[in-house]
């Protein structure tokens, strides 16, 4: 959807749970030293300024990262807080990295990285921000980027599919791409973020993933209490394909501390 900005929903507690998760994974395979590669297929622009009027106008931030701050879910040596410190160092307090820069931050030289983002503006923002970075992005359609580019070289690597869902005809159509791309890319991890809304449309895409009996899987998800009064998105899940060593030990942290925020409706 070339309506979608991200800059709306920078930052809110989706945002937290799939970065959270995102820095761990990524620092985990960065700690053997052979190369590996990063793609995306929603980018966005990369870089969020969390004071701006479109990110003030949903409160999502201040529902999001702040509150988790201050209620100190990182502590300063999780690669999260680790991204977050050297962004807010480099463009001011109220800068905020979407995945694109976190995959910049925690990769190494040698490392591939290449991201998409469709919307023209948002492209354009994001290129600028991966200046200074050794990773390449693409104004295209990241779902079929991720479909020509697998299995890629260094074949070590994840990809993240974090679409906003707006169109509905993405949740049909993600299983049989992932099966698709697994099929390519058997060693790959693929990392697959969706919304929880109250209607519960995510259900029939999960079960469509369950019944391909995936390797190493992890579905996790948290429930959060929505940003704002008629906020219709109540939860975060990530469905990972050859989880990460590492990675459920973070998942069972973030459960506890989402469970410890006020009770929220799950579908």
Known sequence: MLSYQHIYHAGN???????????????????????LSYFET????????????????TGEAAAGIALAERLGWFDPGHPYAQVLARIRARHGAAAYPGSPLIAAELL????????????PQE????????LPYPALCRRTDGLKMAL???????????????????????YAALPRLITQIHRKWNVGIIALWYPILADGRHKPMLAELAAQDFPRTL?????????????GMVGSGL?????????????VRLTRLFAALAPSPRP
């Open 13 to 35: 507690m989706a945002d937290v749970h799939k970065h959270a998760l995102l820095a761990v994974m990524l620092a985990r395979l960065a700690e053997k030293p052979k190369p």
């Open 42 to 57: 929603h980018a966005g622009r990369g870089l969020y300024a969390l004071d701006a009027p479109e990110a003030q106008k």
């Open 108 to 119: 190494r030289e040698g490392d591939r990285i290449l991201v998409a983002e469709l919307h």
């Open 123 to 130: 492209e354009a923002a994001l290129a600028e921000a991966l």
């Open 148 to 170: 020509a580019v697998t299995p890629p070289e260094p074949r070590r690597g994840l990809l993240l599919i974090d679409p906003s869902f707006e169109v509905k005809e993405d």
């Open 219 to 231: 579905r996790h998800e948290v429930a959060f209490p929505p940003a704002r009064e008629g906020h």
């Open 239 to 251: 469905f990972i394909l050859n989880t990460p060593f590492g990675t459920e030990a973070e998942a």
